[in-house]
């Protein structure tokens, strides 16, 4: 199978290219280290085209979407740099090598990408005198040529162009030839063309497998192609091209070679006009088909821009240039894998269901055969009864006289000998068995010449016990056994037979369906991080080591973003993308922050610790003076905010891709919410409890038998007390300030003061205050407040009376227990207005004045604002300081029609595309379909991760579509994002064990 462009490959493409020449680069990508995508624009605003570069492969134009490396390598940071629009000037071949040298801009301002196309291959940056700027690979060859930087491009050392091979040049080609060599042979280094024209001028000419014989001339060893590791199949062919080999005769075979060289120079010359075609030379696959008609697969296997004459026999696709089939064919080499692996898979299916046929169909044969043979025997005892009688009564007779068996043996060769017909009938003895083998024929066929045609003979046991008529009975009996053993296997066999081609049936339907997946199958671009969804829709990366911790910092966080770290050994560095610029939810935050915490050392030590969060302008990669920062190694400035701690509980789960006219029924899954949603909904399960005991007050329902004096939930204030700390620099001394709450929920004028550690007491520039936020998320309240201002919220409170609290109008109508709830209820709920338990029972749902809003119309308002948002911000000049200046790569704000169109909640209806794993903060997976929790544990990730997809398949809830996607799921993607060592946890774990 072809892999790389040949010479005249290069020659054809270097030709179409030409209509380049003129056009600009917009701008410059890598798809891997060896493939550089160059996008160029023409004079018009619309005129764009790709032109593609692998190292040592190839160069062609494409129209496909190639996967964009997000972040840009150095070498693509470089030939940005020098190329960005700049002038495609020139391209050329260097001589007849397979090196291509592009030219941009003129002058001293020129720079060459020279593509080198053979052996491991190679792209150089060089300036107008050659000199090298950049390097793929730089090598040595040799003890003074070197492939370096700063070096310059050796432009001499490409093979130098062949002219047309003249008449008298041929002839002596031809006499230095050494014996046994073939034409291809010879031709081939001295024509620049490539193997391909060569092989088609000598077999359109009749020339092909022509040697030179040399009279009294030894053989030339290297004539004979190296046999491959294989053997036997390339030895065999080796063996049959010898056997094809003919004599080339200088005298009628050089005019024909003429000619021939000549069409290859005129093949050159049409190359070089730039007007070929392409053909992809294809083979045709037989598919396997349900039902009867006969498929067809094509197999890609080279592209050539001429169609030769060693391809006359295979199936081809034409196309108008030879840049277009060369894009067809690298384009579609992975699609073309999947259906090659598609059809072995169905061919597999089929070879085990012809397998059971094949085994139905002897297990039949032999069955009737027996049948046969047995109704056979017993008609042949019966057509010699008398003999096969008086053979038993001769056996028995000499058994009765107590003859030993050695005698017996001796007295029928006697009798044998001797001419006796009964004697001459027995074959053989088993008196061991009590059995004696006979000789039988016919007697009733009829011979017509005796010489030329014997009755055929058929050994035939008989039971010595037994006589003639009950030997026969015997054969008969075993006869109808065997025919009634051959009745159930045809109706077990076709009970097999069905079972089987209906689990043939349905494997062919998962490997095309598995197909179809994978093909979908589209890797989204924050793929090769740690990833997740929040539960607020925000899409949460972090680095996999400190390169990936580096990408993620200087390319993907924007203004707005919030970077999240924890101070422990190994952490991820962990980007909230914040595409609205709103304030980020604390749901999020702690859990971007579990995620930065579980993917670090932690993990596998066990250790609980906190995670802080910062702005994306806190983050710097510049070192203080006279220090350096490594790899992935950034200066926090600032405040950094603290999250609490949290347990190292992660989840395994699945999103699925979701059909565009099924995402409008998702939104809202994810909701975004503010701060004081949050706040509110931290709260909910507390308030529904007061909620529900209000309400039995005023609807005077109270269970009569209720303890007057159980205690109410009343932690929520005094759990997280509003907490300043405060660190002196200069001392290394620590300060906790709380304002506590007494059993009243007033607060006190006592402040707690606490060292916690020392710090270094090397001076910074400011003074740093870390905020301990608690779960509620409320507004802290001052600790320089005041005692008046303090005083005088304490006399206000004592004056309001929260309505929500209010004691029935008439007390009488209080049933035993409900006066001292209600005297606790009214002290804590006596601060809260209006305003603030309306907010309360809205969010209950049991006001009943106002209904809020659906939730799919605010993710649809929500999204059309950070639409706005990511288009105002591209248009926006500032830009943050560590990020790199080609913007345009990076996916604007997340992408958040990306993340709408993923749920973890499908419906019935769906029409899902393919599942992605995802692996997560427990807490954001809370309302995913399938669903299990890591913890650290000893178990292997890739174990856990083929528990997982057991469990996932084996749910009650999981339709057929799902259980189909879940199979094109490889293990190693999901459990590539697992942290380590690991705890799995299930409902029922235990049986999916066994």
Not at 154 to 180: H, S
Not at 260 to 277: F, M, P, Q, W
Not at 290 to 300: A, I, L, M, Q, T
Not at 461 to 486: F, H
Request: include cysteine; hydrophobic fraction near 35%.
């Amino acid at each position: 199978m072809k892999t790389r462009f040949n010479t005249f490959d290069i020659i054809c493409g270097v030709a179409e290219l030409q209509k380049l020449v003129g056009w600009r680069v917009n701008q410059i990508y890598d798809v891997d280290n060896k493939t550089y995508l160059f996008r160029m624009q023409g004079t018009g605003a619309v005129e764009k085209v790709t032109l593609l570069m692998e190292s040592g492969t190839r160069f062609h134009t494409t129209r496909f979407e190639w996967p964009k490396n997000m972040a840009p390598s150095g070498f693509s940071m470089k030939l940005r740099k020098h190329l960005k629009n700049k002038r495609l000037e020139k391209i050329q071949q260097l001589g007849g090598d397979r090196i291509v040298d592009f030219q941009f801009g003129t002058g001293d301002a020129a720079y060459h990408v020279i593509l080198e196309l053979y052996d491991r291959g190679n792209v150089i940056l060089t300036d107008y005198e050659l000199t090298t700027l950049y390097i793929l690979r730089p090598h040595t060859e040799g003890e003074n040529l070197r492939f370096a930087m700063r070096e310059k491009y050796p432009v001499e050392r490409a093979k130098k162009a062949t002219d047309e091979l003249q008449p008298d040049a041929l002839d002596k080609l031809l006499e230095n030839a050494r014996n046994g060599d073939y034409l291809r042979q010879i031709l081939t280094p001295n024509l620049d063309c490539g193997p391909a024209v060569i092989e088609h001028i000598l077999l359109s000419h009749g020339l092909d497998n022509l040697v030179i014989k040399k009279e009294g001339a030894e053989e030339n060893p290297e004539a004979e192609e190296k046999p491959d590791k294989g053997g036997k199949k390339q030895r065999k062919k080796q063996q049959n091209a010898k056997l094809d080999q003919k004599p080339f005769d200088m005298v009628n075979d050089l005019p024909t070679l003429r000619k021939a060289v000549k069409c290859a120079h005129d093949l050159i010359l049409e190359g070089n006009s730039g007007k070929t075609k392409g053909y992809i030379i294809q083979v045709k696959e037989e598919k396997p088909a349900e039902s009867g008609k006969v498929e067809f697969f094509f197999r890609n296997i080279e592209f050539h821009p001429y169609p030769f004459a060693q391809f006359q026999n295979f199936e081809k696709a034409t196309f108008e240039s030879f840049m277009e089939a060369a894009d067809e064919f690298y384009s579609t080499q992975e699609s073309q894998k999947i259906d090659m692996k598609t059809l072995h898979q169905e061919r597999e299916a089929l070879k085990k269901l012809s397998n059971v046929k094949n085994d139905h169909a002897k297990r039949l044969e032999e069955l009737t055969k027996v049948q046969d043979v047995d109704r056979k025997k017993a008609e042949l005892i019966t057509s010699n009864q008398s003999l096969v009688d008086n053979a038993i009564r001769a056996v028995q007779s000499a058994v009765a006289s107590q003859l030993s068996w050695p005698d017996i043996h001796e007295l029928v060769k006697e009798a044998q000998a001797n001419g006796d017909p009964v004697a001459s009938c027995i074959k053989q003895l088993k008196l061991e068995t009590n059995h004696i083998s006979l000789a039988l024929s016919d007697p009733y066929d009829n011979y017509e010449d005796e010489e030329l045609k014997t009755p055929e003979v058929t050994v035939v046991d008989v039971d010595l016990a037994l006589s003639a008529w009950a030997n026969a009975r015997r054969y008969y009996d075993m006869k109808r056994s065997a025919a009634q053993k051959e009745k159930k296997t045809v109706d077990a066999s076709q009970k097999a037979l069905k079972s089987a081609e209906r689990k043939t049936q349905q494997t062919l339907k998962e490997v095309r369906t598995i197909s179809n997946i994978v093909k979908a199958r589209k890797v989204f671009w924050f793929e090769k991080f740690y990833w997740f969804i929040s539960s607020e829709n925000y899409l949460v990366i972090g680095g996999r080591d400190a390169q990936q911790n580096e990408l993620i910092v200087k390319r993907y966080m924007r203004p707005k973003d919030i970077y999240v770290h924890a101070e422990i050994q190994g952490a991820s560095s962990v980007i909230i993308q914040n595409p609205t610029g709103e304030e980020i939810p604390p749901k999020t935050l702690l859990e971007a922050g579990s995620m930065a915490i579980s993917y670090s050392v932690a993990w596998d030590a066990k250790v609980v610790t906190n995670s802080y969060w910062v702005n994306s302008d806190q983050v710097s990669k510049t070192a203080p003076t006279g220090e350096y920062l490594a790899t992935g190694s950034f200066m926090i400035r600032g405040k950094k905010n603290f999250l609490p701690s949290c347990h190292l509980t992660m989840g395994l789960s699945l999103l699925f891709k979701l059909e565009d006219s099924f995402i409008e029924a998702h939104l809202g899954e994810r909701k975004v919410r503010t701060l004081d949603d949050d706040q509110i909904d931290q709260n909910v399960k507390e308030t529904e409890v007061e909620h529900d005991l209000l309400s039995e007050g005023e609807d005077n329902e109270q269970d009569p038998t209720a303890n007057a004096t159980e205690p109410s939930s009343n932690t929520e204030i005094t759990a997280f007390p509003n907490t300043e700390v405060k660190i002196e620099h200069d001392t290394g001394r620590i300060t906790v300030r709380s304002n506590s709450l007494n059993p009243e929920n007033e607060p006190t004028e006592e402040t707690e003061e606490k060292v916690v550690e020392k710090l270094p007491s090397k001076p910074v520039d400011e003074e740093t205050t870390i905020i301990l936020a608690g779960p509620s998320r409320k507004k802290q309240v001052s600790a320089k407040k005041t005692k008046e201002d303090k005083a005088r919220a304490k006399e206000a409170a004592k004056q309001e009376v929260a309505p929500a609290t209010t004691e029935p109008k008439n007390p009488s109508q209080v049933k035993r227990g409900q006066k001292g709830k209600l005297k606790k209820m009214k002290q804590k709920y006596k601060d809260q207005d209006d305003e603030e338990r309306e907010i309360r029972m809205m969010i209950l749902k049991s006001s009943g004045k106002e209904k809020p809003q659906a939730t799919a119309d605010k993710v649809v308002e929500k999204s059309v604002a950070i639409k706005e948002f990511v288009k105002q911000e591209k248009s926006a000049a500032p830009k943050n300081p560590v990020e790199l200046d080609d913007a345009d790569d990076v996916p604007a704000a997340g992408d958040v029609d990306i993340l709408n169109s993923l749920t973890g909640q499908p419906h019935e209806g769906d029409e899902l595309l393919f599942a992605i794993p995802v692996v997560a903060p427990y807490q954001a997976l809370q309302n995913y379909k399938f669903k299990v929790k890591l913890t650290p544990g000893t178990g292997k990730r890739g174990k856990a991760a083929k528990l997982a997809l057991n469990i996932f398949a084996k749910e009650k809830g999981c339709n057929t579509r799902e259980k189909d996607l879940l199979k094109s799921i490889k293990e190693e993607s999901m459990a590539r994002n697992i942290p380590g060592k690991v705890k799995l946890s299930a409902p029922q774990l235990q049986k999916y064990h066994k």
